[in-house]
């Protein structure tokens, strides 16, 4: 007969049955690399998840071995997309072959979670910093979509607004935020000023730009509220 006892206790601790949500593998490329893959074993999209990784030795053309965690989030994150039901993903490698990786936790699209609950915390208040940082942005962007700026004077802007923005932050990680959310966008400046050909192209990547965070910010205020909730 089988024990159900410890599957029982793991879904009065987590909330959830683990064995019927995410499962794991730990297998071997054939470039030699290991690989942890994860299973969305669910009816449910996971927009992130924490997995952690530890390596014994240092492989060629590094001086320290990899050890630490690594955080995938489809909402708070750019080139992260959510893992679909019965998508199976690699969530990280490594080329020593004696590496140990675990998936920590993950949230699902509709708040729930998986795995360790500080974890799971750990991505809300992540992306409440992101969402606080689009929210500091999003104003200064409203305001330039329509005007006929050059890209100079669009960065010199934003510049200014960081700057002022960062003067009020006290907390070191969601300045941090702050910082990473106008680096991305001064890359996507630079990236859009090579390509446009004249200054309606320009204007309509600042629209495409405002459109893009404001679809970002609806979709992280939508997540917040259950998220919160779910990591209690």
């Given at each position: 007969?089988?024990?159900?006892?410890?599957?029982?206790?793991?879904?009065?601790?987590?909330?959830?049955?683990?064995?019927?949500?995410?499962?794991?593998?730990?297998?071997?490329?054939?470039?030699?690399q290991?690989?942890?893959?994860?299973?969305?074993?669910?009816?449910?999209?996971i927009?992130?998840?924490?997995?952690?990784?530890?390596?014994?030795?240092?492989?060629?053309?590094?001086?320290?071995?990899?050890?630490?965690?690594?955080?995938?989030?489809?909402?708070?994150?750019?080139?992260?997309?959510?893992?679909?039901?019965?998508?199976?993903?690699?969530?990280?490698?490594?080329?020593?072959?004696?590496?140990?990786?675990?998936?920590?936790?993950?949230?699902?699209?509709?708040?729930?979670?998986?795995?360790?609950?500080?974890?799971?915390?750990?991505?809300?208040?992540?992306?409440?910093?992101?969402?606080?940082?689009?929210?500091?942005?999003?104003?200064?962007?409203?305001?330039?979509?329509?005007?006929?700026?050059?890209?100079?004077?669009?960065?010199?802007?934003?510049?200014?607004?960081?700057?002022?923005?960062?003067?009020?932050?006290?907390?070191?990680?969601?300045?941090?935020?702050?910082?990473?959310?106008?680096?991305?966008?001064?890359?996507?400046i630079?990236?859009?000023?090579?390509?446009?050909?004249?200054?309606?192209?320009?204007?309509?990547?600042?629209?495409?730009?405002?459109?893009?965070?404001?679809?970002?910010?609806?979709?992280?205020?939508?997540?917040?509220?259950?998220?919160?909730?779910?990591?209690?």
């Amino acid at each position: 007969m089988r024990n159900n006892l410890p599957v029982l206790l793991l879904t009065l601790f987590f909330g959830v049955p683990l064995y019927s949500q995410i499962s794991t593998s730990i297998v071997t490329a054939d470039s030699g690399q290991l690989q942890l893959k994860i299973s969305n074993d669910s009816g449910k999209t996971i927009t992130a998840y924490i997995c952690s990784l530890q390596e014994t030795v240092a492989p060629a053309g590094r001086t320290v071995p990899a050890s630490g965690e690594r955080t995938m989030d489809s909402i708070a994150s750019y080139g992260f997309k959510p893992v679909l039901p019965g998508e199976t993903r690699i969530a990280a490698t490594s080329p020593d072959a004696h590496a140990k990786f675990e998936l920590l936790a993950a949230i699902f699209e509709d708040g729930t979670t998986f795995g360790n609950p500080e974890m799971t915390a750990k991505i809300v208040s992540h992306r409440t910093h992101v969402l606080d940082a689009l929210r500091a942005i999003l104003p200064v962007l409203e305001k330039s979509k329509d005007q006929d700026f050059t890209t100079d004077t669009f960065q010199q802007q934003l510049s200014s607004a960081r700057d002022e923005a960062l003067q009020k932050i006290t907390d070191p990680t969601a300045a941090a935020v702050l910082k990473g959310e106008y680096a991305a966008l001064f890359r996507g400046i630079k990236l859009e000023a090579r390509r446009s050909t004249g200054l309606q192209e320009h204007l309509q990547y600042q629209q495409d730009v405002v459109k893009g965070m404001q679809e970002r910010e609806q979709a992280l205020a939508r997540s917040k509220p259950s998220l919160a909730q779910a990591s209690q």
